[in-house]
């Protein structure tokens, strides 16, 4: 059985489907998909089949950036994001909501940072969600240039 409600290949999912799976979150869905949107325009969509394993889901993407993953499940919906340690860090540091705190102090962490997923069922985990947000679009820490001298030179 695949993390998502849609496992079919052949094709994503359509709006009357999404809605029917996501039941009582389909507004919640529809309330992020607007935020982000708004907030951290511009922005596209794109709905991939990750395998059998995962089904589909859809990317919120800047440029080729992916900001968010949303997975479709039944009566609910994924919220995945990856967040550098850097960001992490800052986004410790600030008030966050309990729900995205522990999330983020939960999450596994990777070479490319914690990878948080939080299942949105209500109201408090949808602004958990929103709250993470802005420190995945955090920019990157400079790196040392090697013109810079940033880098020991032999004798």
Excluded: C, N
């Excluded at 359509?14 to 949107?37: C, F, K, M, N």
């Excluded at 340690?85 to 410790?92: G, L, M, P, S, Y």
């Amino acid at each position: 059985m695949a993390l998502s409600a849609f496992e079919d290949p052949a094709q994503p999912p359509s709006p009357r489907e999404l809605r029917d799976a996501l039941g009582s979150s389909a507004d919640r869905w529809a309330a992020l998909l607007q935020h982000v949107h708004s907030a951290y325009a511009p922005l596209s969509e794109l709905w991939r089949h990750a395998g059998a394993k995962f089904g589909w889901s859809l990317r919120l993407l800047q440029k080729e950036r992916v900001i968010l993953y949303l997975t479709p499940q039944h009566g609910a919906f994924l919220v995945g994001l990856v967040l550098g340690e850097r960001a992490a860090q800052i986004a410790e540091a600030a008030a966050l909501p309990p729900l995205a705190l522990a999330a983020l102090t939960a999450a596994p962490k990777y070479a490319e940072g914690r990878g948080i997923r939080l299942s949105v069922t209500s109201d408090a985990e949808l602004e958990a969600a929103q709250a993470l947000i802005p420190y995945k679009l955090l920019a990157a820490a400079p790196r040392a240039s090697r013109k810079s001298g940033a880098r020991p030179r032999r004798a």
